[in-house]
């Protein structure tokens, strides 16, 4: 089954304490980036990757890294969390590029007290 | 800088009433514009894309308009369904260099039975 997936999907966490949130599609995607949701603010783009050992920043990439190893692979790494990165996160992925229908995974709820 | 909005935030609406969602974008130089379905707690499901070129787009009950020029868009569903239940976000993807997508705060749509 065509799919991008994500884990975990929940984490409750500590301020400091580093985390990865892992990223896998398997549809051979050249496109892959991540959003997160806040209530109020809607989706806003974190970072994306056109291909493999590319990525650029989104809106609001500040306490965030990203690395693009594999096609199939894209995590999210927060070094030192905060509280205010506290949110509903999303990887997405489409054929070329973010002008084509782009897939969502399932989201990651991510608390950091 | 894109501003996507759409209207209204909520709707209520009884079972089999063909229904009307709007989003309007302030940068009307996009490469396409997408509308997304999402149901609480999971991810989004693209619905619709429609190019800069295209002036609808269809799929059963669903029909997505695009008025580039006055930076516009509509989503008309047909013969509304419980099922139809979940909110609805639309997002564009402007010109001009960056890959990222501008999401709405989306129209959360009930169908009541």
């Known amino acids: 089954e065509a799919q991008v997936t994500q884990n975990p999907r929940y984490l409750i966490t500590v301020t400091g304490k580093k985390l990865t949130v892992t990223c896998s599609q398997n549809?051979?995607?050249?496109?892959m980036s991540w959003y997160r949701q806040d209530p109020g603010l809607g989706l806003r783009q974190i970072y994306y990757?056109?291909?493999?050992?590319?990525?650029d920043k989104g809106d609001v990439p500040e306490g965030y890294k990203v690395s693009r190893k594999e096609k199939r692979n894209f995590p999210l790494i927060l070094e030192s969390p905060s509280p205010n990165q506290t949110s509903l996160y999303f990887c997405?992925?489409?054929?070329?590029?973010?002008?084509?229908?782009?897939?969502f995974g399932p989201g990651t709820r991510l608390t950091v007290l | 800088k894109q501003e996507v909005t759409q209207i209204p935030a909520a709707l209520s609406v009884p079972e089999g009433e063909n229904l009307v969602l709007n989003c309007s974008f302030t940068?009307?130089?996009?490469?396409?514009l997408q509308w997304f379905r999402q149901d609480p707690g999971k991810g989004l499901t693209s619905l619709l894309l429609?190019?800069?070129?295209?002036r609808e787009q269809t799929s059963g009950r669903l029909n997505a308009s695009l008025d580039k020029s006055s930076g516009r868009s509509t989503l008309y569903i047909a013969a509304s369904q419980p099922g139809d239940s979940a909110t609805y976000l639309c997002?564009?993807?402007?010109?001009?260099?960056?890959?990222?997508?501008?999401f709405g705060k989306g129209t959360k749509l009930t169908v009541n039975p």
């Open positions: 990757s056109m291909n493999v050992e590319v990525t």
């Open positions: 429609i190019q800069s070129s295209q």
């Open positions: 549809m051979n995607h050249e496109y």
């Open positions: 997002a564009v993807l402007t010109q001009g260099g960056s890959e990222k997508l501008v």
């Open positions: 997405a992925s489409s054929i070329w590029t973010s002008t084509d229908t782009q897939y």
């Open positions: 940068d009307s130089a996009i490469y396409n």
